[in-house]
């Protein structure tokens, strides 16, 4: 029984990392290195004006 488990943890992991591999070349494709790398896209919003927004 613990064989069984063992095998199965090692399957899901491998599963995970080829999907996480995947993922990361189709997102090498789909954007470039100058866009992936700015902060443009991840500009944090003052938490106080953040929740004024979501309030109105």
């Given at each position: 029984m613990?064989t069984?488990?063992?095998?199965?943890a090692?399957?899901?992991?491998?599963v995970?990392?080829?999907w996480?591999?995947?993922?990361m070349?189709k997102?090498?494709?789909?954007?470039s290195?100058?866009?992936?790398?700015?902060?443009?896209?991840g500009?944090i919003i003052?938490?106080?004006m953040a929740?004024?927004a979501?309030r109105?």
């Amino acid at each position: 029984m613990l064989t069984i488990l063992n095998l199965g943890a090692w399957a899901v992991s491998a599963v995970l990392a080829l999907w996480m591999a995947w993922d990361m070349f189709k997102t090498n494709r789909s954007y470039s290195e100058d866009y992936l790398t700015s902060s443009a896209e991840g500009d944090i919003i003052d938490a106080e004006m953040a929740e004024t927004a979501a309030r109105t």
